[in-house]
């Protein structure tokens, strides 16, 4: 069964820390490329970080200095450290695995990913 179980979110108050992690399940591998994402209510979900194959790295400009992602290959994990975190950091984090390019056959992915975790709640007050 592939499953990508996100955990780590919780309620923190503005400057705090979080480390979310992605545990990997079934065929999904660390070593394929992988993202998370963010949605806050009535809002689109959001590309936070994303980690490639060859562990090149993206990050919003809004995280970038603030949030490291990172992958544990022997745990299958993929983590994402966030740090001097912000009210606007707030919302439902996911975590996403194999990415694929645009195409007609794939236009039907959520922002080019096969598969999704269920999301963890990550809530910074002022």
């Known amino acids: 069964q592939v499953m990508l179980v996100e955990s780590g979110g919780g309620s923190v108050q503005a400057g705090g820390s979080l480390r979310l992690s992605c545990a990997a399940s079934?065929?999904?591998?660390?070593?394929?490329?992988m993202g998370w994402f963010r949605q806050a209510p009535g809002k689109e979900r959001e590309e936070v970080a994303t980690?490639?194959?060859?562990?090149?790295?993206t990050y919003a400009d809004v995280v970038k200095g603030r949030f490291t992602i990172s992958k544990d290959h022997d745990k299958n994990t993929l983590y994402l450290e966030m740090n001097s975190l912000k009210p606007e950091d707030s919302g439902m984090y996911y975590c996403?695995?194999?990415?694929?390019?645009?195409?007609?056959?794939?236009?039907?992915?959520?922002?080019?990913?096969?598969?999704w975790g269920q999301g963890t709640q990550v809530t910074v007050s002022s």
């Open positions: 996403a695995a194999l990415c694929l390019p645009y195409g007609p056959d794939t236009a039907h992915l959520i922002r080019g990913y096969v598969d």
């Open positions: 079934g065929y999904i591998s660390t070593r394929d490329c």
């Open positions: 980690i490639d194959s060859d562990d090149s790295t």
